[in-house]
């Protein structure tokens, strides 16, 4: 495999291909559409789940953890959620292996290990989860109950790409349980807005809140928020989403409860999750020719440092500098890694850790030490520049917050130069084959017209944002009444 | 549902089984043999995780993440390990449901949507984990790869109980992989050591270190290595394994390196585990018969306090004087609950406390207040005192650094009482019917005695105990020579 990657302009799914592999965050595994998680990969998602994690405790939620399996009885009781998902079930039938009698070494089904009632492997977990909060919930003292789940899902997905779209995947799932719709569309639109906070603060990814239509919400949801991000494609990425669901599971599973007037009333519910996408959306945004970009907040290691000597005593001095260096970076709050590796050249060491996307290298060479500096490069810019060491500790992490807010301020500034508004159907197709990106425009509310123009384009709504102001104007496509634009795209 | 435990003295197996439902800590599904871990129980395991994690991350571990589905052709290629799990695997066959044309409303598998090859959920996934470490070893250079991952696996279990023996359980699983035969021994002696300093130091409960007889071993394992605990009812729980596996899986992988000297070999192997069932061995060894008791270093409340007033004047000079008090403590490092729930009368509070096991508990009410007191109660003997609210917040870091001592002490002593050197198989027998525990016996090495006397007993070997002394005797069972005592027991 060579070291160079495609370039994005010759063939930008292909660079993402190679990047994430080359990159070692991930690969392809024996199991069709299945990832394998490596190290490096894994490390990024730790974070992300950590600093979420924190988030969704400081909401006031709660982890736990709902089987795996879903019976199919209780799978098919939501008749929409059921609907959107049947066709991409993985179910399990026996519970036994046993030796093929036909091939020595070799094993099959046992044919009496046959379960009774086929397990669906969990696509989302409503249907479980809602079976048992029925026993958790008679009064309104029982509720909120606000819990969340970190957990593996399966979908089978006939086209998978490594992060983007896998037949399984991590995520984390939220299960929330309310007395009143208000406080449940509340719930709804405050995870959408950690979610948002999470994606922008975090990933350095600016986002558009907004609602889904219709056709493009979440199967058994009232509505759905979401989070949407630019690619450096012009293709939009669904980042999170945040369901209201009214009633639907709660009559589905029969929970209902005794209100504070000691009346009965169905359960109000919501549902929201973020998944390893993320890491998709994160490597799509920030990434260039050379690799990965990460942003410092979420970088497993912000600086690396690279010795460069001939000698061993050129070694043991650099040796030593770096280690004080290193323990006052650590102590500012800074992660480093000592690349000490006596089995690589330096400049393999700079190509590796400027695809892995290491916000920051120092590279200490004699001449460093003899005049007290060290060289500084960025990683995001590319920039480098020879500095004082003495300071330096302090100089770094307003470096790395330079950089998370460049980072963001760069993406931001390349979703608003791709983000056009249009008023006719030729400007939409126009921006559609040129700049692409997100088109804002009017509609006239129907899924037929919805659907006609993904026919016609492959552009799909990504959302009516929140922010979109109302204002009088006529559907690009049919020409009919329309009262706020909607934010049209390509998307993953 | 009575608000009392069953007492242990009556029947262990049910207080255990009542005391994990209504201390809140996990409740069966609706699917077969598969749990609920609800809030409480899960903060509790992610104690468990964070501290286990650390300690593999020092031990220069990384995360990972592999797929939950084991391709048929994979799970059958190391043969023993295949044997071992064949009989409890749950298989998916299929990956679509349509509607069940029979049966309106209803979905059945669709016969068309049948997989080439079944897929089963993991048992345990060194097969996933070495068809993967294939393309990552060419030479010495790529070794050791040290990986833990955090996942559900599933085994079929027929007699499942919540937390000790469930179709799906939450744990980890180390991989490693290694040039030499010296390093990979070493690397599961130390992971071994690794769980028994953890499930001492946080979980206060002793432990034997040893290995396993051969009837015993981790199906494909060269050598299993394990933790033993005993708990209160005198029987024995494994709370911990890690395998040398030796080449047996680079073997059915066909995993080679070329070593320092150029030659090709077999990389060598190791694997292991901790799983929810440490929650099992956390609840029998501590709790009593008014509900569960934690360690001070796994419970998710250190400290709760309850405020006690009739008016709503007191409540508000009490509330001044916790806040005020409860930042205190939790600057000191100890983590409160202030339990100032409306909804709930101070018994029903205390009640509660008591049975999920906070290990201090604060009662403030007015009196308290005029005399600058706090009643301070301690869960683990139950005894409780009126202390000088002034300097309780660093008291009370030491206290709880007492109880987990007092713990770990009761537990051990515990333990030694219930050890018993035998020399013969009538007193073998009359230790087994009368005082239980770990009986320490010569036996002659073979697994003919070792089942013989399974059956006669249902006493098993836990391990042979790596501080079990080399000196001669006679087989309890044959009279043939034996050079070392082994430990039995009746085990979970």
């Known amino acids: 495999m060579s070291k160079n990657l495609t370039k994005r302009s010759e063939d930008y799914s292909k660079w993402y291909n190679e990047l994430v592999v080359k990159a070692d965050l991930a690969e392809n595994s024996a199991v069709r559409g299945c990832m394998v998680i490596k190290p490096y990969g894994f490390a990024i998602w730790e974070k992300m789940q950590a600093e979420l994690d924190k988030m969704f405790k400081a909401t006031g939620h709660q982890n736990a953890y709902f089987p795996l399996f879903v019976p199919k009885s209780l799978f098919e009781a939501e008749e929409k959620n059921a609907e959107g998902f049947a066709k991409e079930c993985a179910v399990v039938t026996h519970y036994r292996l046993q030796n093929d009698p036909d091939n020595p070494g070799k094993l099959r089904v046992d044919p009496e290990a046959k379960l009774e009632e086929e397990l669906v492997v969990r696509p989302t ?125 709660a009559k589905a599973f029969d929970v209902k409860f005794t209100n504070n007037e000691g009346k009965q009333d169905y359960v109000w519910a919501t549902s929201w999750g973020v998944s390893t996408r993320l890491m998709g959306a994160l490597i799509m945004t920030h990434s260039d020719d050379k690799g990965l970009v990460l ?22 001095i650099i040796r030593n500098v770096v280690n004080t260096l290193k323990q006052k970076l650590e102590d500012n709050g800074v992660s480093v890694k000592f690349d000490d590796r006596d089995t690589q050249r330096p400049g393999a060491k700079f190509a590796q850790h400027e695809l892995q996307g290491v916000p920051l290298r120092i590279a200490i060479g004699p001449k460093d030490i003899e005049n007290g500096t060290i060289e500084l490069a960025r990683r995001d810019n590319l920039t480098k520049e020879v500095v004082d060491i003495e300071g330096i500790e302090n100089h770094i992490p307003q470096l790395l917050e330079t950089i998370q807010k460049e980072l963001f301020q760069k993406a931001y500034d390349f979703r608003e130069e791709h983000t056009t508004k249009v008023d006719t159907f030729d400007e939409f197709k126009t921006v559609l084959e040129t700049k692409t990106g997100f088109i804002s425009a009017h509609w006239d509310g129907t899924a037929e017209t919805e659907n006609k123009i993904k026919e016609l384009t492959k552009a799909t709504i990504r959302c009516i944002p929140h922010n979109s102001p109302i204002e009088d104007g006529l559907c690009i496509y049919t020409g009919k009444p329309s009262r706020q634009r909607v934010l049209f795209a390509k998307a993953y």
């Open 295 to 316: 942003p410092p907040n979420l970088a497993p290691n912000q600086v690396v440092i690279v010795p460069i000597y001939k000698t061993e005593e050129q070694h043991n």
């Open 125 to 249: 977990s409503e249907a479980i989860i809602w079976n048992t909060y029925k026993g958790w919930i008679q009064s309104y003292r029982d509720l909120p109950i606000l819990i969340n789940q970190w957990a593996n899902v399966v979908r089978w997905e006939m086209r998978t790409r490594l992060f983007l779209r896998t037949a399984e995947f991590l995520w984390q799932e939220g299960h929330t349980a309310h007395a009143t719709m208000a406080e449940a569309i509340t719930e709804t639109e405050q995870m959408n807005t950690v979610y948002a906070t999470f994606v922008e603060n975090f990933m350095a990814i600016p986002v558009i809140k907004g609602v889904k239509t219709e056709s493009e919400r979440f199967a058994g949801a009232l509505d759905t928020h979401c989070i949407e991000a630019l690619m450096q494609d012009g293709k939009a990425l669904q980042a999170g989403t945040s369901h209201f669901l009214g009633q639907n599971f």
